[in-house]
């Protein structure tokens, strides 16, 4: 059976509100009526009720995640990030999945704020604006990381894409490349890092004196770059002579698409990617890329909204960019 607190009281001979104090450590005990309560918890192997405690003290130390897809690489190393620091600071984490399911999403909010969650964080690649205002209605401090598009959260932490996107494409210049193409994917461009991205090219393009040409898929798999496979060797046709890619897995479909076509990457065509996935590194030839730490994403999140939660921090409404960098390995070829 298990032990209340009115039998630790009964059996430490001190009133209820006593046994709360020493629990809590909220008022002074006198020495001797904390030893007694202390000694009536170990016998009866007393344990407090965690969500009983949370209404009162207002504390849960849990932290609520969303995940769209909880196997998918991009939210398994934000994930990592969120959990590790969580535990740096004694903060649990209460996961919920998806898969998808926008409305599910939704639900998830209300059970998250009845488990007395004390931040949530939501990590995914889809847009779900009705999400934001759920979040916004509960009160609860939360944060959304989402690997596609941007958002206007208080606690935002962000990449400069368009910067590096810029540093990319002047890398790829610098090897002596002057008609530089970009594949991006074109799905709701105008709310997506995608644009930030492009916006990087166009202005590396412009300022090196670069031809410019975009090609846009509808995404990143394998298919929708099939898709486009026309537009791509018409490009090398006229001149390209190398690939500005706004994703790894894009420029990878790119490469396989030029080799089965019978050209070689990068004695004939250069690629390069963005994301620094596994894959980038794994696949031949090794793929020069933008590297994004997701692991700090999510470490930088967690420590924002316990900033938040705690009220320590003054530039709560100010973005965090995050610092990126190019990884150069065999996917370019100095063509000067």
Do not use: W
């Not at 206007?152 to 494409?169: A, G, P, R």
């Amino acid at each position: 059976m298990t032990s209340t607190i009115k039998d630790v009281a009964k059996m430490a001979d001190v009133s209820i509100s006593t046994v709360s104090r020493v629990i809590n450590d909220s008022k002074p005990v006198s020495p001797e009526a904390r030893r007694r309560v202390l000694h009536a918890i170990e016998v009866l192997d007393y344990r407090p009720n965690e969500i009983a405690r949370s209404l009162v003290t207002k504390k849960s130390n849990v932290i609520g995640v969303i995940v769209d897809d909880i196997g998918s690489s991009y939210v398994s190393k934000v994930l990592r990030g969120v959990e590790e620091v969580g535990r740096m600071y004694n903060y649990d984490l209460l996961i919920s999945s998806s898969f998808g399911d926008l409305e599910a999403e939704l639900k998830f909010v209300k059970l998250l704020a009845q488990k007395q969650v004390e931040g949530i964080i939501v990590i995914s690649t889809a847009l779900n604006q009705k999400l934001t205002y759920k979040l916004e209605e509960s009160r609860i401090p939360f944060i959304n990381l989402n690997k596609y598009y941007g958002s206007n959260d208080q606690l935002e932490v962000q990449i400069n894409y368009e910067e590096i996107s810029y540093e990319m494409v002047k890398l790829i210049a610098t090897n002596g490349h002057k008609k530089v193409a970009a594949i991006v994917i074109q799905k709701d461009i105008d709310r997506t890092q995608e644009k930030k991205k492009l916006k990087g090219y166009e202005r590396a393009v412009k300022e090196f004196g670069l031809e410019e040409e975009v090609i846009y898929t509808m995404g990143l798999a394998e298919k929708d770059v099939l898709e486009v496979g026309n537009k791509i060797e018409k490009a090398v046709k006229n001149g390209y002579t190398a690939f500005f890619c706004s994703q790894d897995e894009i420029a990878i479909h790119a490469i396989n698409y030029l080799v089965d076509s019978g050209y070689k990457v990068p004695e004939d065509i250069s690629v390069t990617g963005f994301g620094g996935t596994e894959i980038s590194s794994i696949y031949r030839p090794k793929l020069t890329t933008v590297q994004l730490s997701y692991y700090d994403i999510g470490a930088v999140a967690i420590r924002r909204i316990l900033k938040s939660i705690e009220k320590t921090d003054s530039s709560q409404d100010e973005t965090i960019v995050l610092p990126v960098r190019i990884i150069e390995r065999d996917s370019i070829k100095n063509i000067k």
